[in-house]
Every structure is written in C-alpha cells, then in structure tokens.
C-alpha cells in the first residue's frame, strides 16, 4: 500500500512538472516565469524528505507532504498558544524543529534570469541552503512572505537540492509573545508554497498602486537594478472584459531604479464590497529601441477610502456600514494550510451570512484570500501579528514591508492592523504607509487610534457609552461566541443600536468558525482545546449553527418591515433598502402562498397554491419604500406567505415567512361515544376508542397513557415551571447579597411551587368526558382535560406568576432515551432563545433526534431546545407518536432542555420535558451574561394568570 502511495505521489509529481514545463511554453521569455517546488495548497501538496527533531515519529527521516503543518502529518507535538501565555521561553513547551530536503530542476533556459526563491509562509524561524550554500539570514516570522536571491546558486538544467530548518519556536522574544502564546493552536511547517520565481535580468520588482473613484491611476514602479540605459513604462488599462480602456508610457530616469505613472479613465466602473469590480493593469519595462524588458500585471479597482473624522468611513463617498467577522486561516485537517478553494469557500460563506467584511485575525491570509474578496467584494482588515504580545522593532519593521508590500494592490484591503489588544507596537505605527501609497487607515484592534475607537467586548450600555465619544465607533470583535452563545444572541439589539448611531459604522464579530482540529495523534477526534476555539458561528468543518442564520436575517441588505399580515393583505410590502450601493431594483422577490398539513397528516408537506415573481422597486440605498407584488387575495385555503429575496448575483439573501392571522390549526374532533370512566381512591382512568388516561387523585397530573393497547410514557403534567438566573436577586439586578453569587451567573434557580392540590372532578359535557384538576396557593390554578370521543385529549391550564422569571411554562415528564424524531409547523428549523428569535422561519421541519455536545459535536439543528410559533409538533418515540396541537399564541414547545457544553459556561438550564412555555431563556456569550446583551436579553417582569390550550393525539 505504502508503495502505491509513492508512486501515486511520483506521478503526481511527474504531472505537476509536465504542467508547468506546458506553462512555460505558453509563456514568453519577457513574463515571470514560477516553477512551485511544493504543492500549492493543500490539495496538491508534494512529497519532501523530512526529519523531526522531538515528538511523534521523530528521529528519522521520512516523508512530509509540503506546504502542510507537520502535526496534522503526524510529527511533532500539537499545543495550544495560551497554555504558556506571557512566557518568551517557557520551560515545557514543544519546540521541536523540522528538517526538509527536496531535489528539484531548473529549465537550462533560465540561466541569465533573475530567480529568486519564494516561501509564502513559515512557522517560524527559518534557515534555507540551496545546493549547500546559505541563502541568506534566518527569516523570522511566521506569516509572511520571505525570498532569496538564488540566481548565483542555482545548477540550471541539472538537479539542486534545497534543505530547509524550520524551528517551531523562535529564538526571538517578541515573535515568540506575539505569534506564539496567543488564544489559537500552534503549528509548525512550511505551511504555505514554495516557489521559484524568475524573472529577465532587468525586470519590475514591485508596483504599489493607487486608483481613486474619480479614475486617477497612479503607480510607482521599483525595478529590480538600477539602469543606466534609456528605458520606460509602457502601462495600458483594461476593463473585466480584457478591452484597452486607457494606456500611457512613463520613462525612467538614468540611472534610476524606480519611475510614476499618472493617469485618468473617464467614468471607471467602481470597486465596492457589492460592486467588486476588477480592472487589469498591464506593466511592460521596454527599452531605447521599443523592445519589451519584462511584462507583468496587476488586478485592481478604482475606489477611494475616506476617514471622517466623528463621522464614519466612506466608500467611494458614501458611509458604509460594516457588517464583519473574524477569521483565521483553518481547517481540521490540514491546519493553517489550505488551498484555493477553500479560501474561496471561506469568502463564499462570510457572503452567504450577507456581511461585507472581514479581519484576518491576527495574521496576513493566504495571497488566494485577498483574490477571493476583491472578486466575491469583502473589506478586509489586514493584520500584522500580534496577539496580546508584540514583535520587537527590528523583526516587526521588517515584517510591516512583508506585509503590505504583498498585498498592497487589493481594492479589498480598506485597513491595516497593527496587532490586537494591545499587542501593537507603536514604533510600527508609521511602517505602513512607508510601502502603500493609497495610505490606508491604520487600526489597533481594541484601542483608540486613527480616529477608530475599536473596544472589545463592552456590554450594550457600555457601547452607548463609546458611542458618545468623538471617535468612530468600530468593535474589531464584539458579542464573542461560544457554543450555541453569542453572535446571534443579542444582535438584533446591539444592530439596531450600532446601525442608528451617527458615529458608528459596525463592527466584527468574533469569530467565524471552530478552531477545531483533527488529532490524528488521538483517533482523528476533533479537539477545540475544551472551550478555547469553540467559539465560531459554523462548525470546524463550517457546520450551520442557527446563529448563521440570524445574522443572515438581521443582516440582510434588504429588510421586510411587515411583521404581520392577516387575510385582508395586499400584496404591498413594506422595505428598508440598507444596501449602501445597490438600488432594490436590482434585485428580485418571489412570492408564494402556501397551505400546511395538519398534525394528524403524517406525510403531508407544504403545498404551494399560487406563487409569483416581482423585479424589485426603484428604492435607493439606505432608502424606503413599498414592494407591490400583485399577488391575488388570500383565500381561506392559504395558510401562510412566503416572501424570498435574490440578489443581483442569484443568490438568495433570506426567506420571510407569515402566518396568516386569523388561522389557526385546529384539529376538529369526530363524533362518536362519550369516553367512559372508572375511579379507584388513587385515580381516574378514562376509555375511549382505543385509548385510555389515567389521572391521579393525589396531585391531579396526567399519570399514564396507553394508545393501542401500548403505554406511551408521557406523564407527570401539567406542572408548572419557573426558573431565573441563580446570580440574580428577586429584584432582577445582579445579587450583590449573596456571596455565592459569581459562581451561579451560568446556572438557573427554580420557583418551588407552593400550589396545594384540592380536588379532581369528572362530568360529561355533551359526547366529551371533562375532567378538572383544581390547585390553589400557588402558581398553577387549573388543568381541565377534555377526552374527546375520536380519543384526543384537549388540555386548557391555567397558572400564575408574578415576579422576575427567566423561563415559565407548564411541563410534562417524557424519558428521553425513548425520543427519536420530531416533525413539526412553526419557527425553524433551528431552536431560538429569548434574545435569538431571528434566523428560522414558518414552515413544516423535521429532524431525528440528537444530542451533540457543544465544542465537541458538531451536529445541527439540535433536537433538543424552545421553538417558537409553534401550531403543531409530533415527537415519534419507540413506543408511538406523541402528537401536539398548540392554540395559544405567543408560547414556545421545549423539547428538553438545551445541553451546553461538558464545562458549562454557558447555561445550566433546570429539567424541563416537554413543555410549553410563555417566557424562555436568554443566551450568554463567552464575555457577557444575558443582562448586558440587551434589551431583549432581561428578565421578564410577569404578573398574572397565564392560560394556554393544547390539543393532543396519541398513536
């Protein structure tokens, strides 16, 4: 097996260079010519001879897959940054080093380039020899682009040998606290290509462009030697579709290395996150006699960023809001190594969310990032490393030009970062700009600086209060994720807020995905270091959690204003246009009406009556406006309209859905014999078609259940239930009294009922058999079942509560190892909480049953937890189907409690079966209890009786 492995491995190879040597013929003498040594991503990577110095399968020489990180290979030793936080060179740490060797050949036909050899990234310290020579000094640093000169070093048309030492920790302090004791794993490796890059003698090293939004084009030019012949620039524009739209020839000064371009393109087509649009640059260094030197090209935009001071950014001068997250370069698998489609994949999913911005945290991304969010359209914030730690002057001066020099040219780059929380150095500050001449704004996440006031973290009132400040409020990371806490918990109310105020302009969310990675040292589980990298919005393999689709929703460019429609609708939406480019009418809707099937159908779906599409109205960005969608009147048989918008691209930027007021799903009993009745002192057992319910005479709850001559085990109930925060007093605030308090803020008290039950009565009432359960001193009043004669049951409950509660309802008693499936029509198909009631929608959903442990497991939607609008629910056992019919408005089905994970630091919630519920429970993130998320994240003040009606079916 081993040996077809290789050779697969070896005819890869084989192709790789047959490809590149057909790229080279394709190619002219005068462009720069790559030969990758390595793969170029993950997907394609090649084999090298390797050696690893300490951990597993060290002190051999063996085989590596390049670019990779050598633990996801099977070397080394994984290890997680924080564990060693605030230690430069801490005793215990894994700091093995890695020894790579490769052979590889150089066409003849280079010999008189210029070749340098190109390493796009290295964790960390690095020391290269070609043909056993040194190539130059160790390169520090494990983000970014580093290259050597090898020209004189290189055997052209024979084979060279390339050895590469990387150490996995750096003997510099400050890479050290700056990259490496940071909250996200530490890996080791050649974890990006590794390239030949050649070039013609006299070549462009480098162009730094600047295209404004009134179609100004300049360029500086630094050639690789300074020149004492007469040479110039010839540069030439085109447009997406390759048609030249300007050019201009720009010479060079004797003995000059370096010479500007100026130009105008009349009314350029602009770059936005929603108008990516990319224009090409053609470079030709040609000399006194017209021949062209050296050709190369550069993708860029035409748009102009503007900082306003107390007032907000501006985009080709309109105020942008920004709607981002946080995103590091990852996957189980392989690491920090990825490949082209995955950093596509990643743009794609940040756009699905309908944000328009992105920090890479805390490192610069792969060179394929950048490319993705110029084409797709993402702001990017661009960050120099730095954690809470930050590089020394020498290292970080030198890695600043690293930096911005690679990605200077992309639209998409609107910020550079200098670190994060504190982990800047202000002697960088001033680096930046050195190398871009468009002189981005320069951020320190966390801080005060540039005119951006970017705190972490602070709670809703906390964030008033920033906004008052002259600075423009921008959070690098707020509302930090943790399980099923944070990102959509709480964002409706920080959004409303944020998106209103004059001086902000948005923020980012922390953090895109799991940091989840596979431990092939560990049976391939995978390890989110307990609760340090489970804090993303998907899954380790980008697995939806329904926060992905709140932010979705509240999100959207294009918002619904409707929040109800009844049977008199007609057919006029109203909107909100919060595009800051795109007019509505570039958009289009589609309507549908659409009837349900009834609880008791059990292969019904939803029937699509009648349904329509509508171009969007001429509604300008951040205007109003109504959408007429001429779709006939509701009829009685229309349960429900749909309403789906669609971008320009084709994509779908959310799905509105309501229930038609007026409508209920009422399941209508059949006639026939009134159910007959027996007593003992204990119980009243009630027949009926092939059903019977037996109900105690000591505490008036539904006791047993056997449909079919089978028990189904539904009892216990109705009970009622009420919990609130354990850390908060009876008045709502935080209980400074209680010296426990701290250590309760994560879990739930309940109320004690102190009902005393008085009496169970039985009487017929028509071809129904009622019989009341009476309760008196305490929260529940009553429970009166009606036994139909088709053998449903119809519940009508009655309690009260009044005071500061979290979660209150009534509950039934239901083992959970019995449950398998549940299919209902309401909110879905995720599970909400009090302050997450965004992202699902009205329809019939259905899933089986599971039970996945935050940061552990990564399956969705949950089974287990509160839906909202819920007309009807059918949860199949092993012993039948238990079937609930809701005509209460306004409650919520909990099935179960919501797990969180094994260290409990989000909720834990008290045992509630399944219940029906008039409040539920807010969510915490990682940083916030629920009372400082929000308005919709506080306790419910209740006062009052509460009823509710049930209708169930037992098969």
Known sequence: MKHTILNLRKAVVFLSLFLTSFLYAQKTDKETLIQYLSGKGADDAVAWDFYCTDGRNSGKWSKIMVPSCWETQGFGQFQYGITFYGKPFPDGIAKEQGQYKHEFEVPASWRGKSVRLVFEASMTDTEVKVNGRKAGEKHQGAFYRFSYDVTDMLKYGKKNLLEVTVKKESENAGVNLAERRADYWNFGGIFRPVFLEAKPAMNIKRIALDAKADGSFKASCYLGNATSDKLSLKTVILDAAGKKVKETVSPVKDGGDWTTVSLNVASPKLWSAETPNLYKAQFSLVDKDGVILHQTEEKFGFRTIEVRESDGLYINGVRVNIRGVNRHSFRPET??????????????????????????????????????????????????????????????????????????????????????????????????????????????????????????????????????????????????????????????????????????????????????????????????????????????????????????????????????????????????????????????????????????????????????????????????????????????????????????????????????????????????????????????????????????????????????????????????????????????????????????????????????????????????????????????????????????????????????????????????????????????????????????????????????IPGESFTYPEFKGYFANCSWMNLTTTEGVISITNETPNVYLGVYQPRDGRDALLYTLPQSGISVLDVIPAVRNKVNATDLIGPSSQPKWVSGQKTGKLIFNFK
Request: negative net charge; charged residues 25%.
């Open 335 to 852: 690491g920090r190594t990825l490949d082209r489609a995955k950093n596509y994949e990643d743009v794609r999913l940040i756009k699905e969310m309908n944000m328009n911005a992105v920090r890479l945290s805390h490192y610069p991304a792969d060179p394929d990032f950048y490319e993705a969010c110029d084409e797709l359209g993402l702001y990017v914030m661009s960050e120099l490393g730095g954690w809470h730690g930050h590089y020394e002057t020498p290292e970080g001066v030198k890695l600043a030009e690293e930096m911005v020099t690679r990605d200077v040219n992309h639209p998409s780059v609107i910020w550079w970062s200098n670190g994060n929380e504190k982990g800047w150095n202000t002697e960088l500050d001033g680096e930046f700009h050195k190398w871009d001449p468009q002189l981005r704004p320069v951020i320190h996440p966390q801080g005060n600086f540039s005119g951006f006031e970017t705190m972490h973290y602070r709670s809703y009132g906390e964030s008033q209060e920033y906004m008052r400040l002259p600075q423009i409020f921008m959070p690098t990371e707020f509302l930090h994720g943790l399980y099923d806490g944070g990102h959509g918990a709480g964002l409706y109310d920080y959004w409303e807020m944020m998106r209103k105020h004059p001086r902000c302009i948005g923020g980012f969310l922390w953090v895109l995905a799991d940091e989840g990675v596979k431990r092939v040292d560990e049976d391939g589980r995978i390890d989110n270091q307990g609760n340090f990298g489970a804090d993303g919005i998907v899954g380790p393999h980008h697995e939806k959690e329904g926060s992905f689709f709140t932010i979705k929703q509240i999100w959207c460019p294009v918002q619904v204003m409707n929040t109800s429609l009844d049977k008199n609708f007609d057919g006029v939406f109203q909107l909100e246009n919060r595009y800051d480019f795109t007019n509505i009418n570039e958009c289009k809707f589609v309507w549908k009406q659409v009837a349900f099937p009834s609880a008791l159908d059990d292969k019904g779906t939803t029937v699509v009556l009648k349904q329509g599409e509508v171009k969007g109205t001429d509604i300008a960005p951040h205007a109003a406006g109504v959408l007429k969608t001429n779709m006939p009147s509701l009829t009685d048989k229309v349960d429900a309209v749909f309403l789906t918008a669609i971008d320009k691209n084709g994509k779908e930027l959310w799905r509105w859905s309501w229930k038609v007021e007026g409508k209920t799903q009422k399941e209508e009993a059949k006639s026939g014999k009134i159910a007959s009745y027996k007593e003992t002192d204990n119980a009243v057992t009630a027949t009926v078609a092939d059903k019977s319910y037996t109900f105690s005479k000591k505490d008036g709850q539904l006791k047993e259940v056997i449909s079919n001559g089978k028990k189904i085990s539904f009892a216990n109930g109705p009970r009622f239930i009420g919990a609130r925060r354990a850390d908060r007093s009876l008045d709502q605030f935080y209980n400074h009294d209680d010296p426990n308090a701290k250590s309760l803020d994560r879990t739930y008290k309940e109320f004690n009922d102190a009902a005393v039950f008085e009496k169970l009565t039985v009487k017929e009432q028509g071809n129904d058999l009622v019989i009341t359960a009476s309760y008196k001193l305490g929260n529940m009043e009553t429970a009166q079942w009606t036994v139909r004669p088709d053998g449903s049951l119809v519940l009508n409950y009655t309690y009260n509560f009044n005071g500061v509660v979290d979660l209150m309802g009534v509950r039934f008693d239901y083992p959970e190892d019995q449950m398998q499936s549940k299919r209902w029509l309401g909110n879905g198909p995720y599970r909400v909480w009090q302050n997450r009631l965004h992202g699902t929608t009205y329809d019939v959903w259905e899933n089986k049953y599971n039970d996945p």
